[in-house]
């Protein structure tokens, strides 16, 4: 990257002139000095306050002006309250969230000034108001921290309902995750009691780790945290737990404590030579709110089959998932390779796995107490008749059937359940080369029967003025050949967006199918020029034509009918007989 002053040497020329002539305005400015520090600009300056020199260097980045320079101190010492650290920078009135390119170092300076004069007013230099700019996010105040407890409202508000001095058991749950560990609080009681359980979801990766935990908001721990302390504010718990008497010939504990109204989690090592404790760095979470409005609450009854765990069924099993549905049948026969990562929902711990069991591992790992049920088998393909016919069985008893197999031979089975079984039905598939793909459903009496729909859709499709382009699943490469013999791929964006509007559609007809938000219940979506789109993004509607008829030889018979079919049967006695 080019150095900025070599670019903008008029910009350069200005900012040693700024700051030369606010050394020539102000006492407290002294010793300033130009320098070239590994080919950029640097300006070691002292600011002094009564009888102290603060020994400082402004720092102009490569990107200047488009960033703030940096005021730190030249020897690295800590002088500031307001400092990222001993050796980091002060936390000045311009910085990155208000930066302007018209602020000068001469500015930067003067702020400098401003914060150590407000923090030096026993040196004579008055009262001088200190403009604080600090606004430090939970993550920036906490990305250091190597143990983290998180507590929820809810988990607070158990744990202050606690008796005073009174020691309990408690579960937390430990999860490491980038080198760190976040520990939770899943359950506390006595034996007398069976105490309290948390509402709070827990990964099935988490580690539960007996805990003691002790309500003393009246005692603060002293500070630096101590073996010492610890143990003085376990003595005044109450004599009557028995959890005591464990505590007191225990090598090594968690313990939860409060201290004033806060909770901390501490890790207590009393083995060895050298006696420690370890305090985790305690988080409330308070964002329980929902993201979703208030009728997809209703989803929560609805369960969902989804016919395919591919790139297409697996983005769409997460999506309603996280739309609030609860409920799943996965049926797939094919495993999760490497190869599928490209464009699948699952990660690499899948590789190997049927991808029903990765799949239902996944949505687990996001909503733990979800019903899933998985088949692995190919629908459409050869199974014994027994197996395809229970599997079908188990898709009628759904409230929408997803088929997201690109298979012919699939969807026709499908269409045959929902039709006979009146159940709506949703689907997806990926043009090969990723210029765009196709979504549709079908409402019971308010769409055509599946197979009518399909063809519809077909024959729109067929009338246009360019051929169709061929669609793919995952045992089909999602790829053309290029004028220059270069493979066209979908790319995981590309499958992803086709998804998207299945997810789309199935949620629009689980919460309201007969009020849609869609004028239209297929669509052809372009994702680049070619075939029939203008440009990426170019949408057509494609209309289902004809009056919708559910009830053609599916009719129940009427009880006359039954009576004389089953008289027409031959008893099974005679058959043993003869």
Same mark, same amino acid.
């Given at each position: ?92 009135? $311009?910085?990155?969230? &208000?930066?302007? !390119?018209?602020? +000068?170092?001469?500015?930067? =300076? %003067? *702020?400098?000034?401003?914060? /150590? ?94 805990? $003691?935990?002790?309500? &003393?908001?009246? !005692?603060?721990? +002293?500070?630096?945290?101590? =073996? %010492? *302390?610890?143990?003085?504010? /376990? ?111 699952? *990660? ?231």
């Amino acid at each position: 990257m080019t150095l900025w002053w070599l670019k903008q040497i008029d910009r350069a020329n200005y900012e040693r002139e700024k700051i030369v002539q606010l050394q020539e305005q102000v006492p407290w400015l002294t010793n300033v000095e130009f320098e070239l520090g590994d080919g950029n600009l640097r300006v070691n300056f002292d600011v002094s306050l009564a009888e102290n020199c603060f020994e400082l260097v402004l720092s102009y980045p490569v990107v200047f002006p488009d960033a703030p320079p940096l005021v730190t101190t030249r020897d690295g010492s800590r002088i500031s309250g307001h400092q990222y650290g001993a050796e980091g920078e002060l936390c000045l009135e $311009y910085r990155p969230d &208000n930066w302007t !390119t018209d602020v +000068s170092g001469a500015n930067m =300076i %003067e *702020s400098a000034h401003r914060l /150590l004069s407000g923090e030096n007013t026993q040196h004579g230099e008055g009262e001088v108001s200190i403009i604080d700019g600090h606004s430090v996010s939970l993550g920036q105040a906490t990305r250091s921290a190597f143990g983290r407890l998180v507590l929820t409202s809810n988990d607070v508000e158990a744990l202050g309902k606690l008796e005073t001095n009174f020691l309990i058991s408690g579960v937390i749950g430990d999860h490491m995750l980038a080198k760190k560990i976040v520990a939770r609080l899943k359950c506390f009681g006595t034996e007398e009691n069976s105490g309290w359980t948390s509402n709070s979801k827990f990964s099935d990766r988490t580690v539960p780790i007996s805990c $003691y935990i002790l309500n &003393n908001p009246s !005692t603060a721990f +002293s500070s630096p945290i101590s =073996i %010492e *302390s610890i143990t003085q504010t /376990l003595n005044q718990s109450s004599n009557r737990s028995p959890v005591k008497k464990k505590i007191d010939t225990s090598k090594n504990f968690y313990l939860l404590a409060s201290s004033g109204h806060d909770w901390t989690l501490h890790w207590v090592n009393i083995e060895g030579d050298e006696p420690s404790v370890y305090s985790y760095r305690t988080i409330i979470d308070e964002d329980t709110n929902t993201r979703l409005p208030e009728i997809f609450e209703s989803v929560g009854q609805k369960k969902v089959a989804i016919i395919g765990c591919g790139s297409i069924g697996s983005k769409v099993a997460v999506q309603l998932l996280r739309a609030k549905v609860d409920s799943f049948l996965l049926i797939d026969d094919d495993i999760f390779f490497e190869g599928n990562l490209e464009r699948n929902e699952l *990660s690499v711990s899948g590789v190997g796995f049927h991808k029903t069991e990765a799949l239902s591992s996944r949505l687990k790992s996001i909503e733990p107490k979800i019903s899933v049920e998985v088949r692995q088998i190919r629908l459409g393909g050869q199974e014994s008749s027994a197996t395809t016919v229970s599997a079908m069985e188990q898709i009628s008893s759904c409230d929408l059937i997803i088929d997201a197999t690109a298979d012919d031979r699939a969807f026709n089975i499908l269409a045959s359940v929902s039709k006979s079984n009146k159940i709506p039905m949703a689907w997806g598939s990926v043009f090969a080369g990723g210029i765009g793909g196709l979504v549709g459903r079908v409402r019971p009496y308010l769409d055509p029967v599946p197979l009518d729909a399909k063809q519809q859709i077909k024959q729109w499709c067929d009338s246009q003025e360019h051929q169709t382009p061929s669609t793919s699943n995952d045992n089909i490469p999602y790829g053309l050949l290029n004028e220059d013999g270069t493979p066209e791929i979908a790319t995981d964006s590309d499958v992803s967006l086709i998804a998207a509007h299945v997810s789309r559609l199935a949620m629009d007809t689980l919460l309201s199918p007969d009020l849609s938000s869609f004028p239209y219940s297929a669509y052809a979506i372009g994702m680049a020029k070619g075939w029939i789109f203008s440009a990426p993004f170019d949408v057509r509607p494609i209309s289902y034509l004809g009056v919708p008829d559910w009830e053609s030889e599916t009719k129940t018979a009427g009880e006359r009918d039954i009576l004389e079919f089953l008289k027409s049967l031959r008893p099974l006695e005679q058959q043993d007989a003869s």
